[in-house]
Nanobody, 124 residues
Framework: VQLQASGGGSVQVGDSLRLSCVASGGTFSSWVMSWFRQAPGKEREFVGA???????RYADSVKGRFTISRDSAENAASLQMNSLKPEDTALYYC???????????????????WGAGTLVTVSS
């Protein structure tokens, strides 16, 4: 499985950005796609996740501002980030794994496949 991440960039406070991620290498009937982020000097943290059946989960820090949805492309999802704040500045990673236990994990160890980081910078 390979992940191709896209999106990101530099924006002002209150602006929006969209990150996308596509998993290739097969046809997967059930999968979970998640996003994590890591700010300079901080640990990687969970942002949100989606199951291919549309269940989502978000970190409290992004609830109401970020939305994850499946894309029309196979094995793809997007992270729509609205009302961005300076504290959202980080390197964002998409992560992916197969199957679904009924719970969307916020633990990085749950995901075997990772995309390259995409930098998001929010300036005030």
């Amino acid at each position: 499985v390979q992940l191709q991440a896209s999106g990101g960039g530099s924006v002002q406070v209150g602006d929006s950005l969209r990150l996308s991620c596509v998993a290739s290498g097969g046809t997967f009937s059930s999968w979970v796609m998640s996003w994590f982020r890591q700010a300079p000097g901080k640990e990687r943290e969970f942002v949100g996740a989606i199951w291919s059946g549309d269940t989502t989960r978000y970190a409290d820090s992004v609830k109401g501002r970020f939305t994850i949805s499946r894309d029309s492309a196979e094995n793809a999802a997007s992270l729509q980030m609205n009302s961005l704040k300076p504290e959202d500045t980080a390197l964002y990673y998409c992560a992916f794994d197969l199957g679904y236990s009924g719970t969307l994990s916020a633990s990085a160890s749950r995901y075997r496949y990772w995309g390259a980081g995409t930098l998001v910078t929010v300036s005030s």
